[in-house]
């Protein structure tokens, strides 16, 4: 089954750049969706498509996708972004969905 | 405005049965993908199941023999049937549309919990 990595923490100052990376094979190949969970609330969708944002997610979040990484970015880190991050893909050959393990970013 | 709302959680002995119930609003859930995604304590977000407008259901590994997704479609609910229930199957279970063509939950409910425990 296809696998998503990605790394346990990340933490970053206020006001700078946060990337939380999703690695997995060829994962450039597919399109990777990413979601911010908040304690104790449900998963909100804050990227799909590799880098389109819902209506309603700040302009600071964007996403990229090639090779074998794909990476949410936040630019201008606010307090209220500390959250779990979870990328996921689809395998629509199988029918499979895919999540990683989440990435909790700290705001310092 | 759409709205899921997830209720049949419970505290359940292993081996047991429990179906949980997500009763949308705002869209109708025959015409729509619908899936079902659960968290263990302190864990990451897994995939348990997933249910296409036409009625085809797809199941996580784990899952898959033990679990069966369904739609009630007179009252706009979506069913997910638990049996053999293990404690690894605790979790919150969250219920969440589906998008057709690239597979992502865009709408999500608050999630109800499922212990399994002696």
């Known amino acids: 089954s296809y696998v998503l990595t990605q790394p346990p923490s990340v933490s970053v100052a206020p006001g700078k750049t946060a990337s939380s990376t999703c690695g997995g094979d060829n994962i450039g190949s597919k399109t990777v969706h990413w979601y911010q969970q908040k304690p104790g609330q449900a998963p909100v969708l804050v990227i799909y498509?590799?880098?389109v944002r819902p209506s309603g997610i700040p302009e600071r979040f964007s996403g990229s996708n090639s090779g074998s990484t794909a990476t949410l970015t936040i630019n201008r880190v606010e307090a209220g972004d500390e959250a779990d991050y979870y990328c996921q893909v689809w395998d629509s050959r199988s029918d499979l969905w895919v999540f990683g393990g989440g990435t909790k970013l700290t705001v310092l | 405005e759409v709205q899921l709302v997830e209720s049949g959680g419970a505290l359940v002995h292993p081996g047991g049965s429990l179906r949980l119930s997500c009763a949308a609003s705002g869209f109708a859930v025959r015409t729509n993908r619908m899936g079902w995604v659960r968290q263990a304590p302190g864990k990451g977000l897994h995939w348990v199941s997933i249910?296409?407008?036409?009625?085809?259901?797809y199941y996580g590994e784990s899952m898959r023999g033990r679990f069966t997704v369904s739609r009630d479609d007179s009252k706009n609910t979506l069913h997910l049937q638990m049996e053999s229930l293990r404690a690894d199957d605790t979790a919150v279970y969250y219920c969440?549309?589906?998008?057709?063509?690239?597979?992502?939950?865009?709408?999500w409910g608050l999630g109800t919990l499922v212990t399994v425990s002696p």
């Open positions: 498509n590799d880098n």
């Open positions: 969440a549309t589906v998008n057709d063509r690239e597979g992502f939950f865009d709408h």
């Open positions: 249910i296409y407008s036409g009625g085809s259901a």
